[in-house]
C-alpha cells in the first residue's frame, strides 16, 4: 500500500494562507486521483478538494474560490494552497487515494487570531 506524507499545517491568522503538501510512495503516482479531506473532532472527515490525473480539480463549495489543489507528478506530491483561511477551516487535513482507500496521518490546521 501506498505511503502519503502531509505536511504544512500550522496556526494562521483569519485571512491568511498555508500550503498543504503531499507526497507518496510508489510508482505511477500520475495515474492516480487524489483527495484532500478535512476533520473536525466530533464530525465526519470531509472531502474538500479532488484532483484528477489529468490536473482538474473541484472543490467543496465551502472552500471554492480560497483553496487551489494542484499536483507535480514528478515529485509525487499533491498540494493544497489555502488563501483567506477561516476559523471554519480549522481541522485535521488529509491526504487520500481513492483507488485504494490510503490515507496520510494528517496535519493540522488552526486558524485563529
Do not use: H
Not at 505511503?3 to 510508482?27: H, I, K
Not at 479532488?50 to 487551489?68: D, E, H, K, L
Request: charged share 15%.
Amino acid at each position: 500500500q501506498v505511503q502519503l506524507v502531509e505536511s504544512g499545517g500550522g496556526l494562521v491568522q483569519p485571512g491568511g494562507s498555508l500550503r498543504l503538501s503531499c507526497v507518496a510512495s510508489g510508482n505511477m503516482f500520475s495515474i492516480y486521483i487524489m483527495n484532500w479531506y478535512r476533520q473536525v473532532p466530533g464530525k465526519q472527515r470531509e472531502l474538500v478538494a479532488q484532483i484528477s490525473r489529468s490536473g482538474a480539480a473541484n472543490y467543496a463549495i465551502a472552500v471554492q474560490g480560497r483553496f487551489t489543489m494542484s499536483r507535480d507528478n514528478a515529485k509525487n506530491t499533491v498540494y493544497l494552497q489555502m488563501n483567506n483561511l477561516k476559523p471554519e477551516d480549522t481541522a485535521v487535513y488529509y491526504c487520500n487515494r481513492p483507488q485504494d482507500n490510503s490515507w496520510g496521518q494528517g496535519t493540522q490546521v488552526t486558524v485563529s487570531s
